[in-house]
């Protein structure tokens, strides 16, 4: 693929396919150098190391004609049982049911370098459903699962959330005539994914669960023990911030909010 058509599958600017490929050295903010190296190309077509290489596969084949288990194989490749499992199950000859390696890394890599066509592309009525229900104000969870419904005995039409939203954020690889924004939340970029060691906490000051609060105010004998609670209008469009106190029941209106 060209670096534009490469850009656009991956939705990045073609400036930064370019450094990606090439290289560059960029002022940072900061206006320090910063090199941008490029892109290691691996052998035999191997993208991330979380695919089975083909030195692999030849040593699934080897421990198969050996008589190990799927375990045993798991175990001495430091991969997943599920993993060498879908590995034989979809590169076995399904008449003798043999394991050929070299016949299945070329099948895997063939499959990865496929420009892969949605659902959505391929099936009008079923991107009709998704834009409709979108324009209802639904979020894609709740149209992925109202799918098996809508469509029973098709589970090709039967979508995943994340596919819904990668047709919503990236429309040229989706095919959804929608613009981002659109949704509830209003968005126009994905909100970014950390991994649970990588995420940061809103508050200074790790907070109190309810189990920890004082007996005087888990027994309503004290005044002056607030609860907080939030009130959300329809549509969730307003919003109303409160305080009760836990013994007398006195209400204040903290703050009022419109979106």
Known sequence: MSNSAACREVGVNR???????YGRT??????????????AKKKDGQVSDRFLSEDERVQIADLLCAGHSLRSIARR???NPSTISRELHRNSNPATGAYQPFQAQRRAVARRARSKEGKLRRDPELKEFVELHLGKRWS???ISRALPAAFPGQPERHLSTE???QAIYLPHRGGLERAPGQLRTRRKHRRKRRRPDQRLTRFRVTGLTI?????EAAGRAVPGHWEGDLIVGKDNRSAIG?????????????ASFLF
């Open 15 to 21: 400036k930064t396919g370019n450094r990606w490929t």
């Open 26 to 39: 960029v002022k940072n903010r900061n206006g320090k150098d910063y090199v941008y190296a490029p892109i």
């Open 77 to 79: 490749l430091g991969r």
């Open 140 to 142: 894609p969870e709740q």
């Open 163 to 165: 596919t819904i939203y």
């Open 211 to 215: 189990n920890e609060r004082p007996t």
């Open 242 to 254: 409160t305080l009760v106190d836990r013994t007398t029941r006195y209400v204040k209106r903290v």
